[in-house]
Every structure is written in C-alpha cells, then in structure tokens.
C-alpha cells in the first residue's frame, strides 16, 4: 500500500472509501456512469457536430462535413486502440526524454486495459477510463474542421487530422492528464508545473481552436470569401446540433469527475451555469451591436458557455461559472463579429472564436477562481504555483499547436494538396469528395 501512487490517496480519502476496497473493486455504479457518458461524448460529434457544422455550411457542402465527422471519429478511435491511449497515459517513457511527449508503449492494442480498477481512477475499470477517453481523441480534430469547411479536400483532412493527433493532441493530453506530464497536477505529484485541466479545455478546446485558426489562413479563403452571400443553409440543422452538442456536453464535463459523486454533479451543474450565461450574454452584445439577437448567435452562445466552462466545470463554484459564462458569450461574440473581420481570415464556422477564445478564457478562469469547496483535490493546488503553471501549460499549448498544424499543413499540400481545384469547389464538395448529394432536388 505504501508503494501507491500518491494522488490514489488523495482520491480515496476524498471520497471516504477505503484504500484497498477503493482500489480493488471498480463499483458498478461508477463503470455505468463513465460508459453512458462515453456514449454522450460520441454523440456529441455524430450527430451532434455534423448537425451544428453541417446547418452552418452551404447546402452543396452539408455531406462533405457529415463524411468528414464520422471519418474522423472512427479514425480517432482506431489510432487510440492502436496507441493513442498508450502514448498519453502509459508510463514506460518515464524519465527518458521521449517521456516528455508521450507516455509510453505498453498499453498499444489497449494490452493490460481490462476490467481492473484504472490508476486513473480505482472506481472504474480501466477499459472503462480508456474507452471515455477514447471520444475526447476523436472529437477534438473534428473540431478543426469548421475553419477550413468547404474548401479542404476530404483526404487532406483524414491525413492532416491523423498526423495532427499523433504530434499535437497525445503530447498535450499526456502533458496535461498523464501520471507522468510536466503539467499534471492532479495526477503528477512530481509535475515540473501544477496546471488543472478538468475536461479538456487546454488539450481539446485550446489545441483544436488555435490549430483551426493557423489551418484557416494557410490554407486560404473561400472562393468569394467577403464578396457574396456563404449563410447557412439550414439554422433549424444548428440548432438541433446545438441541443445535441449541450445534452452531449454533460458526458463530456461531469463524465470527467470518473465517478458517479459530487464532483460529478457539480461539473453539471456549473456546465447548465455556463452553458445558460454565455446564450444570453452573446444574445445581449449581438443585440446592442447590430439590433437584433439571431438565432445562430443563440447557438453560438451556447457552445461558447459549453467551451469555456469545460477547463472549469468540476474546479468552480456555480457562481463562477455564470461569471465564465458570460465572459465566454462577450469575448467570443467580439472574436467572431470583429476580430475576424479586422485580420480578414476565413474561419468559416467559427472555431477559433469559440474553442480557441472560449478554450482560453476558461484556462485562465479555472487558475483565477478555483474552489476548493467545489473540488477538495483541485483545492491542493491553490497557492502551490497553479497560475504560473497554468500559463506555461496554455503557452505550451499555443505554441505547440501553431507550429505543428504549419508543419503539417505544409507537408500535406504538397504531398496530396490541401484543396480541391477551383471547379469542384464551386460545384461543392458533397459532388467532389463523395459523388453525391445532400438534399434531392428531382
């Protein structure tokens, strides 16, 4: 028992369970409650993603996006099985320099994931933590696709995406979440700098968003970007991506507790909290600023409060998260609505604005207002250098992701070219990349 990783202590004692039962036994309850989560993060990219990034696009590109997420989860999935989830969470790497970037190799082809508790957490199986982990792999590259929509061939996007996982993603999540990252405070005792991440607003939010802003310009505008009409095709699609992605969103946030607790129902509550400000904040500023609230500034909202919350939800109070809430709808809605208009880039369904922005603030947030009420191992980092450990992780981060997706987008156009020619794209990527149609027009 002496030989236990420390933060197993911590979370044992946390919760009242005894040591050994707690980490011998994964309890039922538990299993089920990460494993339905599981499946609401899977929905979050199908439907959920496809229905909000698909209403949003041009009716001749609906199918491009509906092919390129369901693509893309199950590539996702594969390269996790494979070694995403070794890379990230092994520990053979441990103290050479390779560790730094990756876990380890052990566990490729999920080997020694089975129904034993997970060193992750003893409450659940480590299939269990390997599977909930497994859609976080998978959304987050799928979250890049809406800067670069309709213009960006669908085998450029399976292999920048594939590539991208493997060089920003799994560094990142190990960085953040892995027994043995430099930033991971909960799970590292040893982490070279206390960064607090709870579900993913540094290694998804932060990593798609600024990647998806640097994608967006090297790969250019759309054709007719700023000179004629690119508006949805079909709001009624967004907004019931919307409801998908915010009912999705609570297996994202409070799965990440791993348990069934209280961690897990505060994570829902300050998701709701975040979620709910951060509608009504964008619709408030949209309406000072151009007359009237629109229902896509509605939707955007929405995810805007969903992403920021994320780093947060299971660290803050309830209070805190409407005050991130709004924050997320006010800063977002001025990315969205000026700041691009300013620079001129084509982010067309507005990754950057949300995630990038959105994954940031909340970052920063989470340093700024953690609660020890809320989350008493959260609470452990308070004034042992979380600010300073959280700006190095979010500096990291930037940069890791901005280089990369450069190298890579620069490699992928000129091996199997970024673009379709200017004809498949002004016939539409449904016909181009698929040969078929979203809608029939006979």
Request: glycine share 14%; aromatic share 10%.
């Given at each position: 028992m002496q030989n236990?990783?420390?933060?197993?202590?911590?979370?044992?004692?946390?919760?009242?369970?005894?040591?050994?039962?707690?980490?011998?036994?994964?309890?039922?309850?538990?299993?089920?409650?990460?494993?339905?989560?599981?499946a609401l993060v899977l929905m979050m990219c199908i439907p959920g993603l496809f229905l909000f990034y698909g209403g949003l696009v041009r009716a001749k590109n609906v199918l491009s996006i509906a092919a390129q997420c369901l693509a893309?989860?199950?590539?996702?999935?594969?390269?996790?099985?494979?070694?995403?989830?070794?890379?990230?969470?092994?520990?053979?790497?441990?103290?050479?320099?390779?560790?730094?970037?990756?876990?380890g190799a052990e566990h490729f082809a999920f080997k020694g994931v089975g129904l034993e508790s997970s060193p992750y957490e003893p409450r659940i199986s480590a299939a269990t933590f390997a599977l909930?982990?497994?859609?976080?792999?998978a959304i987050t590259p799928a979250l890049i696709i809406g800067a670069v929509a309709e213009r960006m061939k669908f085998s450029a996007v399976l292999l920048f995406s594939a590539l991208w996982t493997l060089v920003v993603y799994y560094p990142i999540a190990h960085a953040v979440w892995g027994a043995t990252g430099d930033f991971a405070g909960l799970a590292n005792e040893h982490a070279a700098f206390k960064a607090a991440d709870f579900a993913g607003g540094i290694v998804v939010h932060?990593?798609?968003g600024w990647s998806a802003l640097l994608l967006c310009i090297v790969v250019g505008p759309r054709q007719g970007f700023g000179k004629r009409s690119m508006a949805p095709h079909s709001m009624v699609l967004c907004v019931a991506g919307t409801g998908f992605l915010w009912a999705g969103w609570y297996g994202f946030n409070a799965g990440s507790a791993l348990a069934a607790d209280g961690v897990a129902i505060q994570a829902f509550l300050t998701t709701t909290l975040g979620a709910a400000a951060a509608t009504l904040s964008w619709a408030f500023v949209e309406k000072l600023h151009?007359?009237?609230?629109?229902?896509?500034?509605?939707?955007?909202?929405?995810?805007?409060?969903?992403?920021?919350?994320?780093?947060?939800?299971?660290?803050?109070?309830?209070?805190?998260?409407?005050?991130?809430?709004?924050?997320?709808?006010?800063?977002?809605?001025?990315?969205?609505?000026?700041?691009?208009?300013?620079?001129?880039?084509?982010?067309?369904?507005?990754?950057?604005?949300?995630?990038?922005?959105?994954?940031?603030?909340?970052a920063l947030a989470t340093a700024l207002l953690m609660d020890g009420a809320a989350n008493a191992a959260g609470g452990k980092l308070i004034g042992h250098g979380l600010l300073a450990g959280q700006c190095v992780a979010m500096a990291t981060c930037i940069a890791?992701?901005?280089?990369?997706?450069?190298?890579?987008?620069?490699?992928?156009?000129?091996?199997?070219?970024?673009?379709?020619?200017?004809?498949?794209?002004?016939?539409?990527?449904?016909?181009?990349?698929?040969?078929?149609?979203?809608?029939?027009?006979?």
């Open positions: 236990l990783p420390k933060f197993w202590h911590i979370k044992c004692l946390i919760h009242n369970k005894m040591i050994i039962s707690a980490i011998t036994t994964p309890t039922a309850g538990d299993n089920a409650w990460v494993l339905v989560s599981t893309l989860t199950a590539l996702g999935l594969l390269m996790w099985w494979g070694f995403g989830y070794s890379l990230v969470f092994g520990r053979s790497f441990e103290g050479g320099l390779l560790g730094h970037l990756f876990g909930f982990q497994a859609m976080f792999a932060m990593t798609s151009r007359g009237k609230p629109s229902v896509l500034g509605l939707c955007s909202g929405a995810i805007a409060g969903l992403a920021t919350i994320t780093n947060a939800a299971g660290f803050v109070s309830g209070a805190s998260a409407v005050l991130i809430g709004a924050l997320a709808g006010l800063l977002s809605y001025g990315a969205c609505s000026m700041l691009k208009t300013k620079f001129g880039y084509d982010d067309a369904l507005d990754t950057f604005g949300v995630h990038g922005v959105g994954g940031t603030i909340g890791l992701s901005l280089a990369a997706t450069w190298l890579l987008a620069k490699i992928v156009d000129r091996s199997i070219g970024l673009r379709p020619t200017e004809e498949e794209e002004a016939q539409g990527l449904d016909i181009a990349d698929h040969n078929e149609e979203g809608y029939n027009h006979g």
